[in-house]
């Protein structure tokens, strides 16, 4: 079979098409559709701005607002919560194929070191007796103590619990208050139709593979596996090989002019004949964001090199505590720091990157005060203040 070669001009309008940044993130909003297209999207507790999964949302259709994503998990039951490479939200609809991911997660998470040592039969059953009983829980419904020392990240006995009842899908989130999470028994919020769904494993398998190379359209087993975090290495190379005579083999270019190796989508050159030009407005995305979040594709398919340094000792970072990329049209053009004040209400501008060879044209300075004056607007401040401008 002949190899599909993949330029890098067009690897990145593909990519873009496919995370849903090609076209401007106007119209009418379809949440469904939108969790669907991406498969899931990150949570994270960090609030400079906006909340990671908000943000990501917001990036691709500009009507969305933070009270959505909250009322599509508690009201609707349109999606659940569980554990892909980090915390995320899926659609409710995927649960039958996230069966194996409970179970995978049980037992990585039972067999731990950390966890493990902690989980008492007694206190898991003490739990799921007062959930049953009481109705959702939060952690803040406890009083066990952190036992021994305190040490970074460590949890109290009944945080463990909870974390563990609900990486086993036995407890499920039921909704949150602000980002505090309450858990019920997951019969009383998943679906029965899809919950007790019997779907063997090799099958699940299949399933999370072509949905992830779908989402992705091009790549190589390690990135189809890490898409989802929810299947091994083996089991991705089985895959690959009862499926070859339907998988495209390609070649994508990657900004340095260099060739990498990689599987696509069947459908790949429909795909790539239907790509238009990306919208050529500027946008402000979350470090989260899952155009972004694979660090090597980013580099290898952009030339941009980002690392997030919230986790980086201040005396250490290069950039700053949270940084956001800065996409116009196929390229990465700047970093840009910024936070809310919601008391003040105000969005405050600290420090602006340009990368190497990006013009500061006034354009494109006019292009970044609209999207800045469109963040501000999902967080429901009404100007935007300018500090400090790193050049």
Avoid at 237 to 263: C, F, M, N, Y
Wanted: hydrophobic letters at 40%.
């Amino acid at each position: 079979m002949s190899v599909l070669k993949i330029s890098n001009r067009t690897a990145r309008h593909l990519w873009l098409s496919i995370n849903g940044l090609a076209e401007t993130p106007i119209g009418a909003l379809d949440l469904d559709s939108l969790i669907t297209s991406l498969g899931f999207v990150q949570l994270d507790t960090i609030q400079v701005v906006s909340r990671a999964h908000h943000h990501i949302l917001w990036s691709r259709n500009q009507n969305y607002r933070e009270q959505g994503l909250d009322r599509h998990l508690a009201k609707d039951r349109a999606v659940f919560e569980h554990f892909t490479h980090d915390a995320s939200v899926l659609p409710m609809q995927f649960l039958p194929m996230w069966q194996r991911q409970f179970r995978r997660m049980r037992e990585k998470v039972g067999r731990s070191s950390w966890y493990g040592k902690h989980l008492d039969p007694i206190h898991l059953d003490a739990i799921r007796r007062r959930i049953a009983e009481e109705g959702p829980l939060s952690t803040h419904d406890f009083d066990t103590k952190i036992q021994g020392e305190r040490e970074m990240w460590k949890r109290p006995p009944h945080k463990i619990g909870l974390d563990y009842l609900w990486y086993a899908g036995e407890l499920a989130t039921c909704h949150r208050d602000g980002f505090t999470k309450y858990y019920d028994l997951a019969e009383r919020v998943f679906p029965d139709d899809l919950r007790l769904q019997e779907v063997p494993d090799r099958e699940q398998i299949d399933w999370l593979c072509h949905a992830a190379l779908d989402r992705i359209g091009v790549g190589t087993q390690g990135e189809i596996r890490k898409f989802w975090d929810a299947t091994d290495v083996s089991e991705v190379a089985d895959w690959a090989d009862r499926h070859a005579a339907r998988l495209v083999p390609v070649e994508i270019q990657s900004a340095d002019g260099g060739w990498t190796k990689a599987l696509a989508a069947p459908d790949i050159e429909d795909r790539i004949a239907n790509l238009t030009q990306p919208t050529s407005r500027l946008r402000i995305l979350n470090p989260f964001d899952p155009a972004i979040r694979d660090r090597a594709r980013l580099k290898r398919l952009f030339g941009f090199e980002y690392t997030v340094e919230m986790f980086v000792p201040a005396a250490k970072r290069v950039w700053g505590y949270y940084v956001y990329p800065m996409l116009e049209g196929d390229r990465l053009v700047g970093r840009i720091e910024v936070k809310a004040d919601r008391k003040q209400g105000c969005l405050s501008v600290q420090k602006l990157w340009w990368e190497p060879g990006v013009r500061t044209s006034a354009q494109r300075r006019k292009k970044l005060d609209g999207e800045l004056d469109r963040l501000a607007r999902l967080v429901g401040v009404s100007d935007v203040v300018w500090q400090l401008i790193a050049k």
